[in-house]
């Protein structure tokens, strides 16, 4: 919904920026305001980075300006024809780092109007007051500027201001009421920000506004009324805020409103529709996300309405007949309103002629009702996560000529004998019911989701006729066999997913005329032969995952060319002998994941390989590629035994697992350096020497397992300093001495250390020769507060806490062997929080 605005937002209020500093001759600017440009530039270095979305370009306008010409010449800069002054200030998208000062030369612009620094980085600089001593600005722009902090009252001093844009920052604290009173203001942005409190009950500005959006905040309490005696508003948004209440019925006296988004608070009560006849000027109305228990209509005008969101409330009947006049509408969004049911559902009259996007996912609908395949104009259909059952047969070769995306995910369809959307480009019908061979999806298909069904038998030699020319392709968790077709490896495939079926033979070439391949799961399946050298080619692969299989080869360490390689999981083959030195060239600079557990490599731990793993060293500086809309990958990790499969991982987390091969030898101190590392496990191998000390700078680390090899000397008091280590299993080594006490390791059980008879101290029961009681337990609280990621930790089992699995998973997770219920739990409650912080550092 927010994304639309943008391209409107920017056309809106471009022309007052439509700056052509060519144009500017005489009179050439004052000097004094040239020297406050060069000092005002001076507080800044120039580094672009990757382009915010707001962005089409970066230019570094900055690095034309020249001390001792006229600035009215200058790249950004726009001067008043009669006097020279600088009237104009175009620096977005400039690439400027650093902070403002309140002292800056900026603010000795007194004639300055138009002002717009948005989408640089201002290092979370605040909002300084003096911003309203620039008494003569009409338009302020300061969104995408990474600022902190409270919004200052001196910008109500700004009456002549017209357009104001604070939004996608990090500002908190209430909304001065002067801003509310500002006279001439016709666009207010403060959105995607921190702000809170309530909005004021009543203002004396805003008479002008046409734009008002305070939507990604925090503001609490009712939606005040005088929102709506605003008759010159057009667009009003206010969604994910906690605003609650019911909504008032002066609403309807936005005359000429066209977008009203209240979506995502806690808003009450019912929606009458034909109130909507007050102000047919709407086109967008999103009511989702709130607590809404009815939407009902008790007149039938025609509206103007195009966009209609009434998606996760608590609606539980709609009469069908309702959208009869709804004649203009192009989405309607029923999604997550369970049990919905409908009366004239089967209706074969009710056609929305328009309508081009239909989603009811996760409504409990049973059937296929004639509501749902007669809407000709449809292009876009969810039905995800509901109990429709059968099978899609020819009789149904009229229903959805119009589909380019179809999702029939998660219901309990038993077979697809045709396939009547002939125009598909997006067809997801995974976690079905689904049984037989595999049927040739359309020519048109480019996402073809069918994983987590029942299909048996081979790939058709068919599916070579289509050219696979698809973006994703994905049969996993299917009982599916034969060899790969070798048209598959020539296909123009971004994402091949074939894990979990009993695909066997060689793997075929990859990469041999096309280059596109971002991701190849093959896990799980009866492969064998070597790695083929063709995938050294794969110049744009991310993901590389072949566990599971019977592949016989060395260590491919050729891979460590390809610049975007993040996982590399070769886990459970046979994989065998020394992994060789990096050649030039070769140095995995992407690599977050790396898996070769359960091979039988053999010779002494890559130590070159470490000093180069720069992702797995700061993850913060590496750029995420992930790149995919419609499917995340998986990875499989060991947890004391269990096999869990992580999926939709986030690659910023770094996991090392060279566990269960022969490796001998001491552990670098080199190891130490890879601090942004997760989890490290180089258990089950023949290691000697001392555990080092180094590790104790990898303050990342939640998980570490160095059982059963040959380790000798003390366990290293430095590694107290991993505040975040929640697993830890040095168990079955010849390791002496006390073990560390305090932190986490007050935390951990005998089983951490078991088959050590040299160690003593806490939790084992031989003493250090002197009487010392047990360290008190760290208490839930503590450990919540210890952990990096706010977890909920209830539960701590033989000194395996949540974090070392949750620190990893951002999302679903499932144990192979079972899937305990307080797990799965914990798992989803801490991805949403991972994802939440990591939406708001890389967004």
């Known amino acids: 919904?927010?994304?639309?605005?943008?391209?409107?937002?920017?056309?809106?209020?471009?022309?007052?920026?439509?700056?052509?500093?060519?144009?500017?001759?005489?009179?050439?600017?004052?000097?004094?305001?040239?020297?406050?440009?060069?000092?005002?530039?001076?507080?800044?270095?120039?580094?672009?980075?990757?382009?915010?979305?707001?962005?089409?370009?970066?230019?570094?306008?900055?690095?034309?300006?020249?001390?001792?010409?006229?600035?009215?010449?200058?790249?950004?800069?726009?001067?008043?024809?009669?006097?020279?002054?600088?009237?104009?200030?175009?620096?977005?998208?400039?690439?400027?780092v650093g902070l403002i000062p309140s002292n800056s030369n900026l603010f000795r612009?007194?004639?300055?109007?138009?002002?717009?620094?948005?989408?640089?980085d201002f290092e979370s600089s605040p909002i300084t007051s003096e911003f309203g001593d620039l008494k003569s600005l009409e338009i302020l722009y300061l969104s995408y500027c990474n600022l902190t902090g409270p919004i200052p009252a001196s910008l109500g001093n700004l009456t002549q201001l017209k357009t104001l844009a604070l939004s996608h920052n990090q500002l908190s604290g209430l909304i001065p009421f002067s801003v509310f009173n500002l006279p001439r203001v016709e666009f207010l942005d403060l959105s995607y920000n921190n702000l809170i409190g309530s909005l004021p009950s009543r203002v004396s500005g805003l008479s002008r506004i046409v734009g008002l959006l305070l939507d990604h905040n925090s503001f609490s309490g009712r939606v005040p009324s005088w929102l709506f005696s605003l008759r010159s508003l057009f667009r009003l948004a206010l969604s994910n805020n906690n605003?609650?209440?019911?909504?008032?019925?002066?609403?309807?006296?936005?005359?000429?409103?066209?977008?009203?988004?209240?979506?995502?608070?806690?808003?009450?009560?019912?929606?009458?529709?034909?109130?909507?006849?007050?102000?047919?000027?709407?086109?967008?109305?999103?009511?989702?996300?709130?607590?809404?228990?009815?939407?009902?209509?008790?007149?039938?005008?025609?509206?103007?309405?195009?966009?209609?969101?009434?998606?996760?409330?608590?609606?539980?009947?709609?009469?069908?007949?309702?959208?009869?006049?709804?004649?203009?509408?192009?989405?309607?969004?029923?999604?997550?309103n369970s049990p919905l049911s409908f009366s004239n559902i089967n209706n074969l009259t009710l056609v929305l002629p328009v309508l081009r996007t239909l989603l009811m996912s996760s409504c409990n609908i049973t059937q296929l009702s004639n509501f749902l395949t007669t809407q000709e104009s449809l292009t876009h259909l969810d039905l995800s996560n509901n109990n429709i059952r059968g099978r899609i047969t020819e009789q149904e070769n009229n229903w959805g000529s119009s589909l380019e995306i179809l999702d029939l995910s998660n219901n309990l369809l038993t077979a697809i004998e045709y396939y009547p959307w002939k125009n598909v480009e997006t067809l997801n019908l995974r976690s079905n019911l689904l049984e037989?061979?595999?049927?040739?999806?359309?020519?048109?298909?480019?996402?073809?989701?069918?994983?987590?069904?029942?299909?048996?038998?081979?790939?058709?030699?068919?599916?070579?006729?289509?050219?696979?020319?698809?973006?994703?392709?994905?049969?996993?968790?299917?009982?599916?066999?034969?060899?790969?077709?070798?048209?598959?490896?020539?296909?123009?495939?971004?994402?091949?997913?074939?894990?979990?079926?009993?695909?066997?033979?060689v793997i075929p070439d990859f990469c041999v005329e096309d280059y596109m391949l971002n991701s190849l799961n093959l896990n799980d399946n009866d492969f064998e032969g070597p790695v083929p050298k063709s995938l050294a080619n794969c110049e744009n692969l991310e993901v590389l995952n072949l566990g599971n299989n019977k592949i016989n080869d060395t260590f491919p360490y050729w891979l460590g060319t390809l610049p975007w390689l993040q996982v590399l999981a070769l886990r459970s083959n046979h994989f065998h002998g020394r992994i060789s030195p990096l050649k030039n060239g070769s140095d995995f600079s992407s690599l977050r994941i790396l898996d070769l557990s359960y091979n039988?490599?053999?010779?002494?731990?890559?130590?070159?390989?470490?000093?180069?793993?720069?992702?797995?060293?700061?993850?913060?500086?590496?750029?995420?590629?992930?790149?995919?809309?419609?499917?995340?990958?998986?990875?499989?990790?060991?947890?004391?035994?269990?096999?869990?499969?992580?999926?939709?991982?986030?690659?910023?987390?770094?996991?090392?697992?060279?566990?269960?091969?022969?490796?001998?030898?001491?552990?670098?101190?080199?190891?130490g350096n890879l601090i942004s590392l997760k989890?490290?496990?180089?258990?089950?191998?023949?290691?000697?020497?001392?555990?080092?000390?180094?590790?104790?700078?990898?303050?990342?680390?939640?998980?570490?397992?160095?059982?059963?090899?040959?380790?000798?000397?003390?366990?290293?008091?430095?590694?107290?300093?991993?505040?975040?280590?929640?697993?830890?299993?040095?168990?079955?080594?010849?390791?002496?001495?006390?073990?560390?006490?305090?932190?986490?390791f007050n935390t951990f059980q005998n089983d951490s250390y078991i088959g050590n008879i040299g160690l003593c101290g806490f939790p084992v029961s031989e003493s250090c020769g002197q009487s010392e009681p047990p360290p008190a337990a760290t208490t839930f609280d503590e450990q919540e507060a210890d952990s990096e990621l706010g977890l909920d930790c209830k539960i701590v089992i033989?000194?395996?806490?949540?974090?070392?699995?949750?620190?990893?998973?951002?999302?679903?997770?499932?144990m192979t062997i079972r899937k305990p219920k307080w797990l799965v739990e914990m798992v989803q409650r801490a991805g949403n929080k991972v994802l939440r912080t990591f939406k708001k550092k890389y967004h």
């Not at 019912?270 to 209509?297: C, G, P, Q, Y």
């Open 243 to 336: 605003l609650t209440g019911p909504i008032p019925d002066p609403v309807f006296e936005l005359v000429n409103i066209t977008l009203l988004d209240l979506s995502s608070n806690n808003l009450s009560g019912s929606f009458e529709l034909n109130k909507l006849s007050r102000f047919r000027k709407v086109m967008i109305l999103s009511l989702s996300d709130n607590a809404l228990l009815s939407f009902t209509s008790a007149s039938n005008p025609d509206y103007s309405l195009m966009t209609l969101d009434l998606s996760r409330n608590k609606i539980r009947f709609i009469d069908a007949d309702m959208f009869a006049n709804l004649t203009n509408l192009q989405e309607l969004d029923l999604s997550h």
């Open 1 to 96: 919904m927010k994304m639309w605005l943008i391209p409107l937002y920017f056309l809106l209020f471009s022309h007052f920026f439509a700056y052509d500093s060519s144009a500017q001759t005489n009179p050439s600017c004052p000097p004094d305001q040239s020297v406050a440009l060069i000092q005002f530039n001076s507080s800044f270095s120039v580094r672009c980075h990757d382009s915010p979305s707001a962005c089409g370009v970066l230019n570094r306008k900055t690095t034309s300006w020249k001390q001792g010409t006229d600035c009215c010449l200058w790249d950004g800069v726009k001067c008043d024809t009669e006097t020279g002054d600088v009237t104009g200030l175009d620096l977005s998208c400039s690439c400027l």
């Open 600 to 671: 039988e490599f053999s010779g002494s731990l890559p130590t070159s390989y470490f000093k180069i793993f720069k992702s797995m060293m700061n993850l913060s500086q590496v750029q995420m590629g992930y790149r995919s809309s419609y499917y995340e990958d998986s990875v499989v990790i060991t947890m004391k035994g269990i096999d869990i499969e992580l999926k939709r991982i986030l690659t910023i987390f770094a996991t090392i697992d060279m566990s269960s091969n022969r490796f001998e030898g001491t552990i670098s101190e080199t190891v």
């Open 109 to 120: 612009l007194g004639q300055l109007r138009e002002l717009d620094l948005s989408n640089n």
């Open 436 to 505: 037989g061979p595999l049927l040739v999806p359309p020519l048109s298909t480019q996402v073809f989701l069918i994983s987590n069904n029942r299909l048996t038998g081979e790939i058709p030699s068919s599916m070579c006729n289509i050219g696979f020319d698809s973006n994703t392709f994905d049969l996993s968790h299917n009982n599916l066999s034969g060899a790969i077709p070798k048209c598959m490896a020539y296909a123009k495939l971004v994402r091949l997913y074939l894990q979990t079926n009993h695909f066997h033979g």
């Open 679 to 744: 989890v490290l496990n180089f258990s089950h191998n023949h290691l000697t020497g001392h555990i080092p000390s180094s590790l104790g700078k990898m303050t990342a680390l939640e998980s570490l397992d160095l059982s059963d090899n040959k380790l000798a000397g003390g366990i290293p008091s430095q590694l107290t300093d991993l505040n975040f280590l929640s697993t830890l299993n040095l168990s079955e080594n010849q390791l002496v001495g006390p073990i560390p006490k305090g932190k986490q």
């Open 798 to 814: 033989m000194s395996y806490g949540c974090g070392a699995v949750l620190g990893f998973s951002a999302g679903y997770i499932m």
